[in-house]
């Protein structure tokens, strides 16, 4: 009878003591199980940015978790002040001091994670956080930390062959969500408005894709595309889409380099 009683109070203990985590989404996700694997709890608070909201029960619910691991993305940062109003959760910057691009505004452009090579400065930080909450856990981290970097690397040295053998010259898009994707592998990126055009824009959107051989117009998954398309007949160019935020790290980025490489 004690002996049933020692162990269910063992389970308990080691029930309640158990790490978990938030992060907003799946691409946060992905970051934080490559490292970490199976040791510790991870709830992901959407799916994508569309249906990005949150009421105050589920605030209530995420703020239950130990500790909340964002990449410090706009909504991001209010929401962390509300995870902290509400719950004993710690919030961490998967970014926090990385290189950063600036944009018009002089704000950081947070979409690092598109870059291979700062992606490993992602993964360190991960990692050096990781090993602080879990200190009987570092053995496994750091083995999963450097299997990952050699993931990291060897998807870097792929595209950048492929990208360096390829035709490409530069695309067109409409955010500065691939700003850190296109310098790290030297392509042109060139940022329009999306808007649809007048005829004499559009003459001079025509004159500039020929000069440059720019055919590629790159756009998120489920936005609204008609401005893309009418670009896309004005250039008879092709449209791509990709999507930051999913889970699937490496696939996105494969699905952005098979849809520039070629025309």
Do not use: C
């Not at 452009?109 to 009987?136: C, E, T």
């Amino acid at each position: 009878m004690y002996k049933i009683f020692f162990i269910l109070l063992l389970f308990s203990t080691s029930l309640f003591s158990f790490t978990s985590v938030t992060v907003t989404y799946p691409i946060e996700y992905f970051f934080l199980k490559k490292i970490v694997g199976s040791e510790i709890y991870i709830t992901t608070i959407t799916e994508n940015k569309e249906t990005f909201a949150l009421d105050s029960k589920n605030i209530k619910k995420f703020s239950n978790n130990n500790y909340y691991f964002n990449f410090n993305l706009q909504e991001e940062e209010k929401l962390s002040t509300l995870l902290k109003k509400n719950g004993l959760i710690k919030s961490i910057n998967m970014i926090k001091g990385l290189p950063t691009l600036k944009l018009a505004n002089g704000k950081s452009n947070p979409y690092i994670w598109l870059d291979p090579i700062l992606a490993r400065g992602i993964a360190k930080n991960v990692y050096i956080n990781m090993i602080k909450i879990i200190p009987s856990k570092q053995k496994i981290f750091e083995k999963n930390y450097k299997e990952f970097l050699k993931e990291l690397d060897k998807v870097y040295l792929d595209i950048k062959k492929r990208i360096d053998k390829s035709d490409l010259y530069g695309f067109f898009s409409f955010n500065n969500q691939l700003d850190y994707f296109a310098k790290r592998f030297r392509i042109n990126i060139y940022h329009k408005e999306e808007k649809i055009l007048n005829i004499q824009q559009a003459k001079e959107l025509i004159a500039f894709s020929k000069k440059e051989y720019i055919k590629h117009i790159l756009i998120p998954e489920n936005s609204d595309s008609k401005v893309a398309y009418a670009f896309k007949g004005y250039i008879d160019g092709k449209v791509v889409e990709y999507d930051i935020y999913s889970q699937y790290w490496k696939v996105n980025l494969y699905r952005i380099l098979r849809g520039i490489e070629n025309f």
